[in-house]
């Protein structure tokens, strides 16, 4: 089945600045790749989403891109604010696009 | 208002006496689906469902059982419950084809004693 691996599993920033978070997946015939957020205490939130025919994709502060060929994508975050701060987690279709596998999440600090 | 509803939000059981997990949806979404969360493992696949009577395995089914059958509605069911099972659940649902898990509901804890 398919493997998703995430990095870092913790960051920290400043107010301000622009945080990455990577994901690599195993199954190259994968074709949907959502993150979400989930701060603490409450219920995951999907926050952006990319399918395999695309390369990038923005939504105001936040933008993810697909590397297919590397098999792996990217989560990034600018201006980052203190409301920023939760664990943020990627995910990956199989190539029958009905399973969804996570990766391990990464804990976003944004210190003010 | 959009939105996916579990029930209980917390249970605590004993092991082997059978419990059920409700989730429900009221968006018409296709597609449901079952996760568990726990500690440094994020969230794992349990069963996903993409229409009223078909469902299927995720990553982690065993254990468990599920059934569809209304669209809204897909329970959790765990027929001999472990102390291995205790853990956070999350249903989510989502208008199939488009995204898998586009909504989640407000969590299940489970402890198993």
């Known amino acids: 089945g398919e493997n998703v691996e995430q990095h870092p599993s913790t960051l920290s920033v400043q107010e301000g600045d622009s945080a990455v978070i990577k994901c690599t997946y195993s199954d190259s015939a994968s074709n949907y790749f959502p993150w979400y957020k989930q701060e603490l205490g409450k219920r995951p939130q999907l926050i952006i989403d990319i399918r395999s025919n695309v390369g990038e994709k923005k939504d105001q502060r936040i933008a993810v891109t697909l590397n297919k060929t590397a098999k792996h994508f990217s989560l990034h975050i600018t201006e980052t604010q203190p409301e920023d701060s939760a664990v943020y987690f990627c995910?990956?279709?199989?190539?029958?696009?009905?399973?969804?596998?996570f990766g391990k999440g990464t804990m976003l600090l944004v210190s003010p | 208002e959009a939105q996916v509803t579990q029930n209980p939000r917390y249970l605590i059981t004993v092991t082997g006496k059978k419990l059920t997990v409700t989730c429900s949806q009221n968006m018409n979404h296709e597609y449901m689906s079952w996760y568990r969360q726990d500690p440094g493992l994020g969230l794992r696949q349990i069963y996903y469902s993409m229409n009223v009577e078909v469902t299927d395995k995720g990553d982690v089914p065993e254990g468990y059982k599920v059934s569809r059958k209304e669209k809204r509605n897909f329970p959790l069911i765990l027929e001999s419950p472990s102390p291995n099972q205790t853990s956070l659940y999350f249903c989510a649902s989502s208008p199939y084809p488009g995204t898998l898990a586009a909504f989640f509901g407000q969590g299940t804890r489970l402890t198993v004693v």
């Open positions: 995910a990956g279709s199989n190539s029958g696009y009905s399973t969804l596998t």
